[in-house]
């Protein structure tokens, strides 16, 4: 199979890419995956509950029904959707090659251009308790969560020591009664600003030298952490009703690595300002290329870009 365009990836910057191209007749193909990077179809949206900062949804709206709406306006306008993973990609040469997983020993699809938009996962622990109270008290974003009732006026758990854990701790303030901060060492690794602001906020206690090991709620929510000092081993049971990761996120980008150029932390680097990767005729976007905002409506503005790029490039490079 052969397309002008196609997607690799479900979240909103993938729809969003593929709602754009559909409209202006590229009739593209997405690969939305089938459990990549261990998310359903539609990203890590789908692993939410209720969305309260994403536009024209005053009531809220869960995640999963969310993306169930972007995957059903893509294809109203002409995207073809493939529940299915591409394992491999060849982008050294024109038309670019992709391999479905498990069809690798057969012909590749290719396309004149691609959409890389794979993408990330936050961090977890895997401890006791996690996946019973996943979203029903944990969550891995402050900025989509912490304003929901279930935290209101609530004790609530950070877990982290760099600038994003400080940043969502002091975000968290302007709602709870009082923010826990669990830190490993006995230092902060956030910058000296941050860290400041931080250690001088009085709803924050930093617990130094501390881990979580298990998480324990009512069956419902969650309400309490065991946490562990890992120098005098001391072991105590910490009242909260919300626990916030805050230890990094892993973009999807096994799939590129080698292929196009990646920041430190393994991120897609994409030109000042574009979605353009060090590949012409790759594009980039959403989370997989975002390490500072990683929200639906960030994401989804990325998406845009990345079709009008494509879009103005494909009639740059080829005839219609």
């Known amino acids: 199979m052969h397309s002008r365009v196609v997607i690799i990836g479900s979240g909103p910057a993938g729809h969003t890419a593929a709602l754009y191209l559909s409209r202006a007749t590229l009739k593209p193909v997405m690969f939305e995956g089938f459990l990549a990077n261990g998310f359903a179809a539609g990203g890590q949206l789908t692993t939410t509950t209720e969305v309260e900062n994403y536009p024209g949804f005053p009531e809220g709206i869960m995640g999963s029904v969310m993306m169930d709406k972007f995957r059903e306006q893509s294809i109203k306008f002409g995207t073809t959707v493939y529940t299915e993973t591409i394992s491999k990609i060849d982008i050294s040469t024109r038309p670019f090659k992709l391999w479905r ?27 006791p308790g ?3 109270y996943w979203q029903k008290g944990i969550s891995a974003c402050a900025v989509c969560d912490g304003a929901v009732p279930i935290f209101r006026n609530k ?21 709870a009664s009082h923010v826990y901060v669990l830190v490993r ?11 400041n602001r931080l250690l001088s906020n009085p709803k924050v206690t930093v617990l130094w030298n501390t881990e979580a090991i298990e998480c324990k709620g009512d069956g419902e929510l969650l309400n309490s952490l065991v946490i562990k000092n890992n120098q005098t ?42 979605t353009c990767t060090n590949i012409e005729g790759v594009f980039a976007a959403g989370d997989v290329k975002d390490k500072k905002y990683r929200q639906a409506i960030t994401s989804a503005g990325s998406g845009c870009m990345a079709a009008l790029e494509c879009e103005r490039w494909l009639s740059e490079h080829f005839a219609e």
Do not use: C
């Not at 690798?104 to 004149?112: F, G, I, L, M």
């Not at 020591?161 to 303030?173: H, M, N």
């Not at 081993?233 to 009242?239: A, D, M, N, T, V």
């Open 101 to 127: 997983e498990n069809k690798e020993d057969q012909e590749p699809d290719t396309a004149d251009a691609l959409i890389i938009a794979t993408g990330a996962a936050a961090k977890r622990l895997n401890l």
């Open 155 to 175: 004790p609530l758990a950070v877990i982290g020591g760099g600038d994003s854990a400080a940043e969502e701790s002091l975000f968290l303030t302007k709602y």
């Open 185 to 195: 060492r006995d230092k902060l690794r956030a910058s000296k600003v941050m860290a």
């Open 130 to 132: 996690e996946d019973k």
């Open 233 to 274: 081993k001391e072991i105590e049971e910490l009242s909260v009703n919300g626990l916030f990761f805050a230890i990094g996120h892993t973009p999807a980008t096994n799939l590129v690595k080698g292929k196009l150029d990646l920041d430190e932390d393994g991120y897609i680097l994409t030109k000042p300002d574009s």
